[in-house]
C-alpha cells in the first residue's frame, strides 16, 4: 500500500525541521526550538489518529489549528533570527503544501469534494498531490 502524499510531506518536513532546530542557540533550543518541534510532531500525532479514527474529522480540525500554531512558531523563529531568510522560505513551501493537503481532506471528510468522486478520501488527496507537484517547479533545499 501507498503511504498518503500528506504523510510523506509531513514526514520530510518533520526531518528537515528537527535536523535544524538542533543548531539553534543553546538560550532558545529549550524554548522555540521546543515549542516548533512540539508542534510539528503534534500535528504528526493528529493526522495519524484521524487515520485510525472512524471520524476523522475532529482530528483533521485540531491539526489544522496545530499547523496555524507551527507556522506563528516559524515566523517567530525567522524574526529571532534563528532561521536564514532561504530557510524560512523553505520551510513555509513545505508547510503550505501540507496545508492545501490537510484542506483537501478536510473537505473529502465532510462530505464535499468532486461530485461522484467514490473512494477514501486519500483519493482526494493524491490527486491534490499529483496537481502541486506539475504545478511547481522544484525547489533547492538551503
Not at 515566523?75 to 496545508?99: A, F, K, N, P, T
Request: aromatic share 6%.
Amino acid at each position: 500500500m501507498k503511504e498518503s502524499p500528506i504523510f510523506l510531506k509531513t514526514h520530510d518536513m518533520l526531518v528537515w525541521l528537527l535536523e535544524h532546530t538542533t543548531k539553534f542557540p543553546k538560550s532558545q533550543r529549550f524554548v522555540m526550538a521546543k515549542r516548533v518541534e512540539e508542534s510539528a510532531l503534534n500535528f504528526y500525532d493528529l493526522l495519524i489518529a484521524a487515520v485510525k479514527d472512524g471520524k476523522p474529522l475532529r482530528h483533521l480540525k485540531a491539526a489544522d489549528i496545530e499547523l496555524e500554531r507551527l507556522r506563528h512558531h516559524v515566523r517567530l523563529c525567522r524574526d529571532l533570527r534563528l532561521l536564514s531568510m532561504g530557510q524560512y522560505e523553505h520551510l513555509s513551501r513545505m508547510l503550505v503544501e501540507i496545508g492545501k493537503l490537510l484542506g483537501a481532506w478536510i473537505v473529502r471528510s465532510r462530505g464535499g469534494g468532486p461530485k461522484g468522486q467514490a473512494g477514501s478520501s486519500w483519493r482526494l488527496v493524491e490527486q491534490r498531490t499529483e496537481e502541486l507537484s506539475h504545478s511547481q517547479p522544484q525547489q533547492e533545499q538551503p
